[in-house]
């Protein structure tokens, strides 16, 4: 206990994870099976049995168990969560913040000609589709063209004043109630190599928040891809700093645990990842990107 303490004090801050208590979580995607480290959760919750196995190319499955909000559509496999903590709390709800962990199965809408293997085509597609979700027709129903509708608004506002906006004042209210109200855009996404396996990343940020999400996506078929997102809510900005190194740490190393095997090459479910093996992430870096 005393060192724990000491630990925290050193660091500036308790809890994040800690591999030192970790487990291997393995699924069943189709013909592959996922594995991933993950270090236990800090929060106590009761959590429901966690299903192993995900047909996702079975006729009707996925949109019976996908999920929506905003631009992302998915099946959710898991998720993991870790607070970070003063070492000492005085009041309530002083969590510094929070970094969760969630695996999810996304499939290409209709009528998308990319091929999800090549991980350029790929890394434009994730952009494209927040850009156009924000930016495209206004459905309140899945909360849609919410910058369409804030551009309405202020052509509305601008009409009804005696002197309009000028064009240039214009495209300054509307990219700062875009930052506040809409969705700002994001940066391009890239493509990243941990251990000569390669991912697309992006990430959704905003300028008015050091909350932001990261997600990291491989192709699965030619209608699917994984993603792996990490979520970082910072809720005490002034503390941000004390744990930002240590999220961003836990978060490579969760990413470089990941591995796809074929079933076939599967004899048995194992109880770690052993290094070395063939996986669908070896065979991504060798595909064209």
């Known amino acids: 206990m005393i060192m724990h303490l000491l630990k925290g004090y050193w660091r500036g801050f308790v809890g994040g994870p800690d591999f030192n208590d970790q487990q291997t979580l393995q699924f069943i995607l189709e013909d592959h099976q996922l594995s991933i ?69 996304k499939r290409l809408p209709a009528g998308a000609k990319i091929d999800p293997f ?10 494209d589709e927040y850009d156009s979700f924000h930016n495209g027709d206004i459905d309140e ?22 002197t309009p906006y000028s064009e240039e004042r214009f495209a300054e209210a509307l990219k700062l109630d875009i930052e506040c109200h809409g969705q700002p855009p994001i940066p391009p996404a890239k493509i990243v190599n941990f251990d000569n396996h390669q991912w697309v990343f992006y990430q959704e940020v905003r300028a008015n ?9 491989l192709g699965l078929d030619q209608q699917h891809y994984l993603v792996c997102r990490f979520t970082h809510r910072v809720d005490l900005g002034s503390k941000h700093k004390k744990w930002r190194d240590h999220a961003f740490a836990a978060q490579e190393k969760i990413i470089k645990s990941i591995a796809l095997t074929p079933i076939e090459e599967s004899v048995q479910i194992p109880t770690e990842n052993t290094a070395g093996r ?11 990107s």
């Open 278 to 288: 063939s996986n669908l992430l070896e065979t991504t870096a060798a595909q064209k």
């Open 118 to 127: 090549n991980l350029k085509a790929l890394a434009r597609f994730v952009i």
């Open 209 to 217: 928040s050091r909350s932001r999400k990261d997600y990291y996506c």
């Open 37 to 105: 480290n993950l270090p236990q959760s800090n929060l106590i919750t009761e959590e429901p049995p966690r299903p192993v196995n995900f047909p996702y190319k079975s006729e009707g499955w996925f949109d019976s168990h996908k999920e929506q909000q905003q631009h992302n559509s998915w099946v959710h496999i898991n998720t993991a969560l870790w607070m970070y903590l003063p070492v000492i709390s005085f009041t309530p709800s002083s969590e510094y913040g929070m970094l969760g962990c969630s695996l999810w199965i």
């Open 141 to 162: 129903n899945l909360a849609a063209g919410r910058n369409t509708q804030i551009k309405r608004d202020l052509e509305k506002e601008s009409a009804a004043r005696s």
